[in-house]
């Protein structure tokens, strides 16, 4: 699992790249997700980050073995997280067990 977050309230999860990775958890079950961007001290999908996360990238990577592939959760209504991309990944395979719940 990966997990982008602002770290304080002036310094958000900018420009980053995750390309070409095996993004795998433990099963369909038990793993929450692949990627998140977003939250402050939990991960979760109901958590505003501390500051926005934008123009990050996520592309040609594979899922599997999680419960949701990627999730992004912005800063506020009225600071959406802004130019984030996820391009070209694959979310499970046909093998049993490595899709999503």
């Known amino acids: 699992?990966?997990?982008l977050a602002a770290p304080t309230a002036s310094n958000g999860a900018?420009?980053?790249v995750v390309k070409n990775c095996v993004i795998e958890g433990n099963s369909s079950t038990s793993?929450?997700?692949g990627v998140y961007v977003?939250?402050?001290?939990?991960?979760?999908l109901t958590q505003?980050?501390?500051a926005s996360n934008n123009t990050n990238t996520i592309t040609n990577n594979l899922f599997r073995k999680t419960q949701?592939?990627?999730?992004f959760f912005g800063f506020a209504a009225a600071t959406p997280d802004l130019n984030n991309t996820v391009?070209?990944?694959s979310f499970g395979t046909a093998v049993?067990?490595?899709g999503f719940a």
Do not use: Q
């Open 87 to 89: 391009s070209g990944n």
């Open 14 to 16: 900018t420009n980053n």
């Open 68 to 71: 949701y592939g990627a999730a």
């Open 48 to 50: 505003a980050g501390l």
């Open 31 to 33: 793993t929450y997700l």
């Open 96 to 98: 049993s067990g490595e």
């Open 38 to 44: 977003g939250g402050n001290a939990t991960i979760g």
């Open 1 to 3: 699992m990966l997990w």
